[in-house]
């Protein structure tokens, strides 16, 4: 019994010692580590950045993000980051609940694409289709599916709603297409051109919009047969399964002295400028973006050519409609 007491107190006074060069032989308590930078990833809209690079600091959601020296910033410098933009990072966690950027880059936005409009150019024999809506470049084949309509009955000029996938040469495939069942309203305004018809039931065009008129269609400020080409005029309308808009009331343009309210949607297309002072058209109507216009669903620096987009704002004096909310 002894005996084994005496191999207990030798084996005990080992372990004291082996545990005591482990937590002080080094040179006292353990020194905490660096941050381990890898398995972490996080993206979103970048915010409140500050700092100068390399070192900088900034938000995606609700989570703070810091870079260093040896933080890499692919797609761009870290001088190129800007507010509002989409990125992300790779990293780990700070003992302050930072994250550590190893890697920054920007979000890549996914293959997959939804749009809306009319359709127009289009060519090829079923299934194999092209077409563009708005500024898109699009493609059907064996693949894609025709809701509520065969391939055959699609032609120019009808609404259709898009979903597609971008593929790796930079083509659209169309994956499903169905007739846009929504009812579009539009304002237009421009030169009455190419008019016809008698009244009520007229037809014209407003830049690239083909107008009708009929016994519902309120005119103000003129009759139906004071109409004559060059007027220039505002139409409010539903744009119809055939393209065309239906209007539903048109008026001149010298009544619209005060700011209107303009909802529009539709293809994006000649987009330019810098966020958040950005511009662009959606069905012929020129758009303007500034640092006070709230985006929903999307940032600034998201849009781009052949996005639709609903655009709610104001017509300025410049024929601009200064755009408060894009979604």
């Known amino acids: 019994m002894q005996e084994r007491e005496t191999l207990f107190a030798h084996w005990f006074g080992a372990a004291s010692l082996i545990v005591s060069l482990g937590v002080f032989g080094c040179g ?29 600091h900034f938000k995606l959601g609700s989570k703070r993000v810091g870079t260093d020296d040896s933080s890499t910033f692919v797609d761009r410098g870290c001088r190129d980051l800007r507010q509002g933009e989409p990125i992300e990072v790779e990293g780990g966690w700070g003992a302050d609940g930072t994250l550590m950027a190893r890697r920054v880059r920007r979000q890549h936005e996914p293959p997959e694409f939804e749009i809306r409009g009319a359709v127009s150019e289009l060519t090829g024999t079923c299934p194999n289709l092209a077409f563009a809506v708005g500024t898109e470049r699009l493609m059907t084949d064996a693949s894609t ?8 009955g699609l032609r120019n000029g009808q609404s259709v709603e898009v979903h597609g996938i971008h593929q790796a040469d930079g083509s659209a495939l169309v994956r499903e297409l169905e007739p846009n069942r929504e009812r579009e309203r539009l304002e237009v305004l421009g030169t009455v051109r190419n008019l016809a018809g008698s009244c009520p039931n007229l037809t014209f065009y407003i ?54 309210e303009v909802e529009i949607s539709g293809p994006l297309s000649a987009l330019s400028g810098t966020c958040p002072d950005v511009s662009f058209t959606v069905q012929g109507r020129p758009v303007r973006a500034n640092s006070r216009t709230v985006f929903e669903r999307l940032s600034c620096a998201t849009l781009r050519n052949g996005l639709a987009v609903e655009v709610k704002g104001s017509r300025q004096p410049d024929g601009f409609v200064l755009a408060a909310r894009i979604k």
């Open 145 to 152: 599916r025709f809701r509520d309509q065969p391939c055959s």
């Open 207 to 260: 830049g690239s919009d083909a107008i009708l008129t009929n016994a519902q269609t309120r005119f103000r400020s003129l009759s139906c047969g004071d109409l004559s080409e060059g007027t220039f005029v505002e139409v409010e309308g539903v744009r119809q399964a055939d393209g065309r808009i239906l209007a539903g009331e048109v008026k001149v343009e010298d009544e619209l002295e005060e700011p209107q």
């Open 28 to 56: 006292g308590a353990p020194i905490e580590t660096s941050t381990d930078r890898a398995g972490v990833r996080i993206s979103g809209q970048l915010s409140e950045l500050t700092g100068t690079c390399p070192r900088i």
